[in-house]
């Protein structure tokens, strides 16, 4: 319990550690140089603020968790929030909301990347941040998994997103969903007023799709 605060140039790694908030982050990257986090099987437990804080203005600060596993249990609180123009990875780990989906994590800039892993968080994307999502599952109970927002561009690779009674996702810019599976009750599962770009997308139930703007893609195999 406490809080983990990096801001100096260079690389650390973290593993086997348990971060608890304490009524303030359990971790901030700050400053302005390339602070380089790597945190490998470690515990976030989000009680009762939001877990991370990342401010780095450097475009080569990172912050990568590696097989770790977070329980947000305070039903208002988010697990990130990143303003930082640097990137943010989450790799084969695992993020469980057991107190509800919580206040939505958000990015403002830089990069995030989900890959092979569960991120039952709100995600929320506004300003210049852009992301990626591969082989990954959100599932937000009767919540928007995804939002995505300002001039930056999302990519989604064989996911899953499941929103409930709510739209599964939200598109303000541009977002691309390859091969990915939409699960929402709502009428339409993917909305918004931005671009939606698609390919071999499967949804499981009748809901629809009513972005401003829709363009289905296709490969003609053995052309």
Not at 40 to 59: L, Q, R, Y
Not at 74 to 79: E, I, L, S
Not at 196 to 207: D, E, K, N, R, V
Request: net charge neutral.
């Amino acid at each position: 319990m406490g809080k983990i605060s990096f801001s100096t140039a260079g690389s650390v790694t973290l593993a086997v550690i348990r971060l608890k908030t304490n009524a303030d982050n359990c971790l901030a990257v700050t400053g302005t140089v390339a602070s380089l986090l790597y945190l490998n099987e470690c515990f976030f437990e989000i009680v009762d603020a939001t877990g991370i804080s990342f401010t780095s203005s450097s475009a080569s600060a990172l912050i990568r968790c590696s097989s770790c596993y977070g329980d947000i249990t305070g039903a208002t609180r988010a697990f990130i929030a990143s303003s930082s123009a640097g990137s943010f990875a989450w790799d084969y780990s695992f993020l469980d909301a057991s107190g509800g989906v919580g206040t939505a994590s958000t990015f403002s800039a830089g990069i995030l990347n989900i890959h092979f892993s569960k991120f039952n968080n709100v995600i929320t994307t506004s300003g210049t941040a852009t992301g990626i999502i591969r082989h990954s599952r959100m599932l937000t109970s009767n919540s928007t998994c995804l939002t995505v927002g300002g001039s930056g561009s999302f990519i989604c690779t064989m996911s899953f997103f499941q929103g409930g009674t709510a739209s599964a996702i939200s598109v303000g810019s541009t977002c691309t969903l390859e091969s990915c599976t939409v699960s929402s009750s709502n009428t339409n599962a993917v909305t918004g007023a931005g671009t939606l770009t698609y390919t071999a997308l499967a949804m499981s139930s009748t809901s629809e799709i009513n972005t401003t703007t829709q363009t289905p893609t296709y490969t003609q195999l053995g052309k």
